[in-house]
């Protein structure tokens, strides 16, 4: 009959290395009475004895030396796997995935990752761009970024650096052309690079000022999935496009791009690092959560 226990096995083995109960009792923590037991009911559940038995010491039977010899590389086995498996709890190491936005990923997420990796140097960061709305869960994610109304109840969301802002810009040579909107209404009469959604929406662009909210679904000759594209475009005069901030300064600066529309464009929330609140967290996750933390905020 197989063992039922572990710890009988472990028992045995302690004695027969020991070649004695009080040594192996005391190595173990446990009582010379208890370990006497637990290999009692060992060898009568095998149905062989084990050890011989003295006054003054102990040692293996030859079904005993045979059991040890096999026993002994699988013990070894489980415990380096099982310091392994400590490893993962006491020190963080693994791999951290997070799904995120394009502009996320650019410009929250990436400028932490040297310094993270560089901290932790038994963790690797994978940083998956997706506009769709992804169950991280289901897609194996530790955590997705998204903007705050955008998160399920069931999410725990911490902030990932400062406020976000998105700006409405066009080529001077298309302002020539077409005019500069004085209302977001205004749009509607002009060329715009709409960003397109894999689920086949387009962004609308929303706008608010002085507690008045806008919302404009954008027309024009070039739809996007990409923020750089989009740029591009802008800077090659066939429309105006609605960018974070972030990608326009250089553009702006050189006089390639023009914002308009400044005073509809107030700062908005900041992304959110979002991940299920009842689900187990992994030691290089949770130390990833804390650099997040301590780095804010990140960004304008």
Same mark, same amino acid.
């Given at each position: 009959?197989?063992?039922?226990?572990?710890?009988?096995?472990?028992?045995?083995?302690?004695?027969?290395?020991?070649?004695?109960?009080?040594?192996?009792?005391?190595?173990?923590?446990?009582?010379?009475?208890?370990?006497?037991? $637990?290999?009692?009911?060992?060898?009568?559940?095998?149905?062989?004895?084990?050890?011989?038995?003295? $006054?003054?010491?102990?040692?293996? $039977?030859?079904?005993?030396?045979?059991?040890?010899?096999? @026993?002994?590389?699988?013990?070894?086995?489980?415990?380096a796997a099982m310091d392994m498996v400590n490893d993962f709890r006491d020190r963080p190491t693994g791999t951290v995935r997070i799904n995120a936005p394009i502009p996320a990923l650019e410009f929250r997420?990436?400028?932490?990752?040297?310094?993270?990796?560089?901290?932790?140097?038994?963790?690797?960061?994978?940083?998956?761009?997706?506009?769709? =709305?992804?169950?991280?869960?289901?897609?194996?994610?530790?955590?997705?970024?998204?903007?705050?109304?955008?998160?399920? /109840?069931?999410?725990?969301?911490?902030?990932?650096?400062?406020?976000?802002?998105?700006?409405?810009?066009?080529?001077?040579?298309?302002?020539?052309?077409?005019?500069?909107?004085?209302?977001?209404?205004?749009?509607?009469?002009? &060329?715009?690079? =709409?960003?397109?959604?894999?689920?086949g929406s387009i962004f609308p662009w929303e706008f608010t000022r002085d507690g008045r909210e806008v919302t404009i679904t954008p027309e024009g000759p070039l739809t996007v999935n990409d923020p750089h594209v989009a740029l591009r475009g802008a800077l090659d005069g066939v429309g105006l496009a609605r960018l974070p901030e972030e990608y326009t300064r250089a553009a702006i600066t050189s006089g390639? @791009?023009?914002?308009?529309?400044? &005073?509809?464009?107030?700062?908005?929330?900041?992304?959110?690092?979002?991940?299920?609140?009842?689900?187990?967290?992994?030691?290089?996750?949770? $130390?990833?959560?804390?650099?997040?933390?301590?780095? /804010?905020?990140?960004?304008?």
């Amino acid at each position: 009959m197989r063992p039922r226990n572990l710890a009988e096995l472990e028992a045995f083995a302690a004695i027969a290395k020991a070649r004695s109960f009080r040594r192996a009792a005391e190595e173990r923590g446990v009582s010379v009475s208890a370990l006497s037991l $637990t290999m009692r009911n060992l060898e009568e559940r095998m149905g062989v004895r084990l050890l011989h038995r003295t $006054t003054r010491s102990v040692s293996p $039977t030859e079904a005993g030396r045979m059991l040890l010899q096999r @026993l002994q590389p699988a013990l070894d086995d489980i415990a380096a796997a099982m310091d392994m498996v400590n490893d993962f709890r006491d020190r963080p190491t693994g791999t951290v995935r997070i799904n995120a936005p394009i502009p996320a990923l650019e410009f929250r997420l990436a400028p932490l990752a040297r310094p993270f990796m560089a901290a932790n140097p038994d963790v690797s960061l994978e940083l998956i761009s997706d506009a769709a =709305r992804v169950d991280i869960v289901e897609h194996g994610f530790d955590a997705g970024v998204r903007f705050g109304e955008d998160l399920a /109840r069931d999410m725990v969301a911490v902030p990932l650096g400062g406020p976000v802002r998105y700006l409405v810009l066009g080529a001077p040579d298309y302002l020539m052309r077409r005019g500069t909107p004085g209302q977001p209404e205004d749009l509607l009469r002009h &060329d715009c690079v =709409r960003h397109r959604f894999p689920g086949g929406s387009i962004f609308p662009w929303e706008f608010t000022r002085d507690g008045r909210e806008v919302t404009i679904t954008p027309e024009g000759p070039l739809t996007v999935n990409d923020p750089h594209v989009a740029l591009r475009g802008a800077l090659d005069g066939v429309g105006l496009a609605r960018l974070p901030e972030e990608y326009t300064r250089a553009a702006i600066t050189s006089g390639g @791009l023009v914002p308009v529309l400044e &005073d509809w464009c107030p700062m908005l929330p900041s992304w959110f690092l979002y991940y299920p609140c009842r689900r187990q967290m992994s030691s290089a996750f949770r $130390t990833f959560l804390d650099f997040v933390a301590r780095s /804010r905020p990140i960004g304008p």
